[in-house]
């Protein structure tokens, strides 16, 4: 038998306001168990600050402070600067913000703190769109993506934004991606992380039933998919330079797969699947070039 | 104590060493650069043990000091005009968070088109955002209000901002007493705050709260303000046995048989005091109110000074367009229910740092005195 990975211990309590089959949810639940009760979390708008729990309720379990939108990084970074001070360095500061408050407004914050190198670690659960507004499209909303600003006859014209790539060219310690089916290599990650200092990022990728237009109970099937079909490969990148893709499939499933569970791409034509099949296919293996280059000029 | 000839900028620099605050983040902007240039190398040199958050914004520079503060640390910024309009969603949140923030704020007009000159316009539209203003009008003022603050901040769970005008005493030496670390110590205890974020008692601050509650909350910010009236001039007292200074609500001089009385902040309230002088030899009955704590704005104080002149004048370096000066909406809102109460003659002057001398001053009294009727608004020295 496997020995698990994942501890036991639970930190976020039942009685939190998620959708039914939230990804997001579910990735604050595996992040608290990596990371333990010396945490502190900054949220800034996004789903969490409906999760956790309306006044004075609170599901996560660990202290929290809601923050404005654009500055999950900056109070992230002052909580921090004080820990330092009071000499509590034994706190894993943790900024928890959406992909609207990551890609989107939060970019300049998170830039500034990445290139100040503030003893942060940065996760964004992105359901890529601004679910919590009900579903406006993100810069982290995929290429010909239905959202309500981006209608079925005019769908998302431009691809998702790089995230880890900005921020690798930040040149910061850790970087990494993951997703909810994949919970001991998210586990891990955070683990990893948390060991880390400086500024680190996790992506995770969270599936969004009523923005996805997904059956709740498909969500791990298509966190998996997105993984499968290499939609969204799960990596990580050291130090801006050293990349390493953590699962490797021998053959990528075709996207079709993953497109066709989910309501949001249900207007895509046959082109359109071809056009993004070809987006995922070239992506894929600049992604093993980036890892095989990492490897040579490990000893330059 | 020492005595030493500092700019207002480092006025700042050394309430905030004086303070032991221990978390900086600030991001630079003429005028108020020196504060934290000093501040810089107070932290590196380690007179100042505190870690400075060198931000890329004043956003990410409010929101880095309320995460510090909530944090329990004392945290301190610095910044001016464009800069605190930036900051604006943030002053609003650091409020709602009880969070006993201080920080600096040069008067500096703005922009377009550019000016980097005094204007009060900058602070008072950021007068409903529930932070306590204080409008210093020496440098000895913009130090130990800085100390003050931290004070009063502390024991009521509100921010308060120490206002200063650009160049007037941001950029002008003048002598100022240094208090002694173990004076400020005594009269300053470190940061104590129950309500912090800590893992051993873990909270949620700042949730989502329906209607059933909200208007609480908000009601016990005005009570807040309100505890703080009479916890300045309390705290002020206590001050004046240390050190020797007294700094309450308000500023009055030569009010008690005043006919005509002139309400000012800032370095105008300074030149207005000589014109006092100046008019009383001539045999006038003029006096001066400086307004020295806009928010919590002190209506009784006001109330009580003005009802016996005969006329006030407000005189305002600050624009609220399409309503007038901001100040002398407060002044007559304080006034309107008191019956029989002076008229009141609204004056606009000195916009984007333009002189405001005695001899202007002198000529807001001697044009009152020739006139009946209150004015909403009259126009100094405009070119037309």
């Known amino acids: ?300 | 104590m020492k005595r030493m000839a500092i700019v207002g900028n480092h006025a700042l620099s050394y309430g905030a060493l004086l303070s032991r605050v221990q978390v900086i983040a600030a991001y630079p902007i003429t005028p108020q650069t020196q504060v934290v240039e000093l501040l810089s190398e107070m932290c590196a040199d380690g007179t100042l043990k505190a870690e400075f958050v060198k931000v890329e914004s004043e956003h990410s520079a409010m929101a880095a000091v309320m995460g510090a503060s909530a944090s329990g640390a004392r945290a301190f910024t610095a910044t001016s005009s464009q800069g605190l309009a930036l900051m604006h969603e943030v002053l609003h949140w650091v409020t709602g968070a009880r969070l006993p923030v201080v920080m600096g704020n040069i008067n500096r007009a703005f922009g377009p088109p550019w000016s980097i000159w005094t204007e009060q316009t900058d602070s008072l539209s950021q007068r409903d955002t529930g932070w306590m203003q204080i409008y210093a009008q020496d440098n000895q003022e913009v130090l130990d209000s800085v100390i003050l603050a931290y004070k009063v901040s502390e024991q009521v769970l509100l921010p308060t901002m120490v206002v200063l005008d650009a160049f007037f005493l941001s950029h002008t030496s003048e002598p100022v007493e240094i208090p002694d670390q173990e004076k400020v110590d005594e009269f300053l205890p470190p940061y104590e705050n129950k309500y912090i974020l800590n893992p051993d008692d873990p909270h949620a601050f700042g949730g989502l709260t329906n209607p059933e509650w909200y208007m609480e909350l908000r009601y016990k910010i005005h009570k807040a303000h309100e505890q703080s009236l009479d916890l300045i001039e309390k705290e002020g007292k206590e001050f004046e046995k240390m050190f020797g200074r007294y700094y309450g609500l308000v500023d009055p001089y030569k009010v008690d048989d005043a006919e005509i009385i002139l309400v000012a902040i800032s370095t105008a309230a300074s030149t207005a005091r000589y014109a006092v002088d100046l008019l009383r030899e001539k045999g006038k009955k003029v006096g001066l109110l400086r307004i020295r704590v806009f928010r919590p704005f002190p209506y009784q104080k006001v109330k009580d000074i003005l009802s016996n002149a005969k006329k006030v004048i407000v005189l305002d370096r600050n624009l609220s367009p399409g309503a007038g000066g901001i100040v002398a909406s407060e002044v007559r809102g304080a006034l309107a229910n008191v019956k029989n109460h002076p008229p009141v003659f609204s004056y606009i002057m000195g916009l984007g740092g333009r002189d405001i001398t005695t001899k202007h001053i002198m000529e807001l009294f001697e044009e009152v005195e020739k006139m009946d009727e209150g004015k909403d608004i009259i126009w100094k020295g405009v070119k037309l």
């Open chain 1, 1 to 300: 038998m496997r020995k698990l990975t994942i501890p036991r211990e639970e930190y976020m309590t039942p009685g939190h306001l998620a959708c039914q089959g939230c990804g997001g949810a579910l990735a604050m639940r595996l992040a608290l168990k990596a990371l333990g009760k010396k945490t502190i979390l900054t949220i800034p708008a996004c789903c969490w600050s409906v999760i956790d729990g309306p006044f004075p309720y609170s599901a996560a379990g660990v202290p929290l402070f809601h923050a404005p939108f654009e500055t999950a990084a900056s109070t992230s970074a002052g909580v921090s600067a004080a820990m330092k001070i009071l000499g509590k360095e034994d706190v894993h500061v943790v900024a928890w913000a959406g992909d609207g408050g990551t890609f989107d407004i939060g970019m300049q914050a998170i830039s500034g703190a990445a290139e100040r190198g503030d003893n942060i670690l940065y996760i964004v659960y992105d359901n890529e769109a601004y679910m919590n507004t009900g579903i406006q499209r993100s810069s982290a909303t995929p290429y010909k993506a239905w959202t309500t600003t981006t209608p079925y006859k005019f769908p998302k014209a431009r691809p998702k934004k790089d995230i880890i790539g900005i921020l690798a060219a930040h040149k910061v310690p850790y970087v990494a991606t993951a997703t909810v089916a994949y919970a001991e290599d998210f586990v891990k990650k955070v683990k990893k992380a948390a060991q880390i200092k400086g500024f680190r990022l996790i992506q995770v990728l969270s599936p969004c039933p009523p923005g996805w237009k997904t059956p709740p109970e498909i969500t791990i099937k298509l966190a998996r998919l997105a993984v499968q079909t290499g939609v969204f490969p799960l990596y990580e990148v050291e130090n801006g330079e050293k990349y390493k893709i953590n699962i490797k499939p021998k053959k990528l499933k075709p996207v079709i797969e993953y497109l066709k569970l989910q309501g949001r791409f249900r207007h895509l034509t046959q082109a359109d699947v071809e056009e993004i099949q070809a987006m995922v296919n070239r992506n894929w293996k600049l992604l093993l070039a980036k890892e095989e280059f990492s490897r040579q000029i490990e000893n330059l």
